[in-house]
């Protein structure tokens, strides 16, 4: 079982850029699928970004094509989401997820983060 540990949120200014980490235990990293998605209030979570296990396919969501990158590190067992060009409407708790060999771009991943807190200020 994989234990998912993200951090790297907090408050940035419009055009601004942050990076998340996720940080993942407990399991084979590189068996692993990633993904970051996202919840506004008031909204379901939706999908963000998302890499595969092996060459480390990468695949987005249209609303932040070209402004955010996902990338693993297999030997720290990371995944990062470096975000930039940042809009108000990228307000969101961010949640990392992780599934077993199949990359997937809906939210059938079985091990999540407890989130953390993008603000983005206009």
């Known amino acids: 079982q994989v234990h998912l540990v993200e951090s790297g949120g907090g408050l940035v200014q419009a055009g601004g850029s942050l990076r998340l980490a996720c940080a993942a235990s407990?399991?084979?990293?590189?068996?692993?699928?990633m993904a970051w998605f996202r919840q506004a209030p008031g909204k379901e979570r939706e999908f963000v970004a998302a890499?595969?296990?092996?060459?480390?396919?990468?695949y987005y969501a249209d609303s932040v094509k070209g402004r955010f990158t996902i990338s693993r590190d297999n030997a720290k067992m990371t995944t990062d989401l470096q975000m930039h060009s940042l809009k108000p409407e990228d307000t969101a708790v961010y949640y990392c997820?992780?599934?077993?060999?199949?990359?997937?771009?809906?939210?059938?991943?079985?091990?999540w983060g407890q989130g953390t807190q993008v603000t983005v200020s206009s």
């Open positions: 997820a992780a599934r077993r060999f199949v990359v997937v771009t809906n939210s059938g991943y079985p091990y």
């Open positions: 407990g399991g084979t990293f590189t068996d692993y699928a």
């Open positions: 890499i595969s296990m092996g060459v480390g396919n990468t």
